[in-house]
Each structure stands twice: as structure tokens, then as C-alpha cells.
């Protein structure tokens, strides 16, 4: 049955997406994730940009259609790197980009949407008020995060919450 109405609602075809963790290096703290800043048990890496187009290159070469650049909220990647990495892999591989680079300024939001950007993945864990303070802490709040995922759809990308 699952197969029969995927079928129906979204045809034969598959799509993939390469998953490129680009650091898990974090300034927060949320307690549900193994990513948070405070867990030091965790060893930490920061891949360069030439590491990037490498793991890149080798998802286009496999048929990915979609990479997806991902890290905690590290801002050591800076704008001008993100946007260089989105030009680059859209110039040399053609693929479409996903970023989920955590709560960032809207300018660099925008800058990457200049560059190419598709998608961007802002995960939205709760939308009761006092558990997303309890969980996010020194957090603006849920409120905070909601505003963002707008800016995200008025910058025309298409957002994805992990709902």
C-alpha cells in the first residue's frame, strides 16, 4: 500500500541527496544535541574548502542531484566561504544546494541565495514557547526562530524544518 501511494503522489523516480558535514563545530547549547558547544567529549573537525568540493565531486559523480552542506552553528564559515562553496559547486557540478547552517544574519541568508543556494534546513524541534526556551537556552525564543524560517521563504528558498 505505502508503495502504491508513493507512486501516485510522487511518481517512480527517486532524488538523491548527499549529506556533506562541513564542521560540528557549535556555539550552542542546546541539550537534546550531540553537536552543543559544551560536550567535549566530542573531537571536533572543520573541513576545508577543497575538502568540501572533493566530497562534492565524488556525490555528483555518483548521480546525487542535491548536496546538502551542513554543520552546527560555526562561524568560522564565513559568509564569503559559504557563498564561494555555492558558486563553485553550482558552477563545476550543477547540483542543487541545501545548507543547514543553523541561525544566521539575514545578510548572509541573502548573499547565499545570490550565490545559488536552493534550500535551506533550519530545524523548528517545538513550537510550544516554554519547552523551545527550556531546550534552545540563551535563545531569542521559538518567536525568534519562526521569524527566520519567513525570511528564509521571502528570500524565495525553499525551507525544510524536519517536521
Known amino acids: 500500500m505505502a ?13 538523491l541527496r548527499a549529506l556533506v558535514e562541513i564542521s560540528n563545530h557549535c556555539v550552542r547549547a542546546c541539550h537534546y544535541c550531540g553537536l552543543r ?21 565524488r556525490a555528483a559523480t555518483a548521480g546525487f542531484g542535491t548536496v546538502v552542506l551542513q554543520a552546527g552553528e560555526d562561524p568560522s564559515w564565513t559568509r564569503e566561504e559559504i557563498s564561494e562553496l555555492v558558486r ?11 545548507l543547514s547552517l543553523g541561525e544566521r544574519p539575514r545578510e548572509d541568508l541573502e548573499e547565499w541565495k545570490r550565490a545559488g ?13 516554554e519547552l523551545y526556551r527550556r531546550l534552545h537556552p540563551a535563545r531569542a525564543g521559538a ?10 521563504r521571502d528570500l524565495d528558498y525553499e525551507v525544510g524544518t524536519g517536521f
Do not use: M
Open 3 to 15: 508503495h502504491a501511494t508513493r507512486l501516485e503522489h510522487c511518481g517512480p523516480g527517486i532524488h
Open 37 to 57: 558547544g559544551p560536550n567535549r567529549r566530542l573531537p571536533r573537525f572543520r573541513l576545508t574548502i577543497q575538502e568540501v568540493l572533493s566530497a562534492t565531486e
Open 88 to 98: 563553485r559547486i553550482k558552477d563545476r557540478f550543477g547540483l542543487a544546494v541545501t
Open 117 to 129: 543556494a536552493n534550500r535551506y534546513l533550519l530545524r523548528f524541534e517545538t513550537s510550544n514557547p
Open 143 to 152: 518567536a525568534d526562530r519562526i521569524a527566520r524560517l519567513g525570511w528564509l
